[in-house]
């Protein structure tokens, strides 16, 4: 099993940028494809962007796409999310999780086997 902490949210004004991570304890997080999700009150939680165990490959979000990337650094058992060019609209509860299912990237967050307790992004506008 692997435990999974996020970090880097708050409160920041339209337009700038912020960088999220994604620390992995417990057992190696180096099998597992990560993938970031996000839930704004009163919605479902939705896909992000999802990076592979080696980190070759991604998925992104059409919402997102162009504005954040998705990384990992597997000596350091993290994953992050650099958010550019924030919008109010990208306002929520940020997850990873991790996928133990070395096919293809998902994007469904039933696909996801870990999750970890969420950061909070909050865009003024």
């Known amino acids: 099993q692997v435990q999974l902490v996020e970090s880097g949210g708050g409160l920041v004004q339209a337009g700038v940028s912020l960088r999220l991570s994604c620390a992995a304890s417990g057992r190696t997080f180096r099998p597992y494809h990560m993938g970031w999700f996000r839930q704004a009150p009163g919605k479902e939680r939705e896909f992000v962007a999802a990076?592979?165990?080696?980190?070759?490959?991604?998925k992104y979000a059409d919402s997102i796409k162009g504005r954040f990337t998705i990384s990992r650094d597997n000596a350091k058992d993290t994953v992050y999310l650099q958010m550019n060019s924030l919008k109010p609209e990208d306002t929520a509860v940020y997850y990873c999780?991790?996928?133990?299912?070395?096919?293809?990237?998902?994007?469904?967050?039933?696909?996801?086997?870990?999750w970890g307790q969420g950061t909070q992004v909050t865009v003024s506008s």
């Open positions: 990076i592979s165990w080696s980190g070759g490959s991604t």
């Open positions: 999780a991790a996928d133990n299912e070395l096919g293809s990237l998902h994007d469904h967050h039933y696909e996801y086997d870990y």
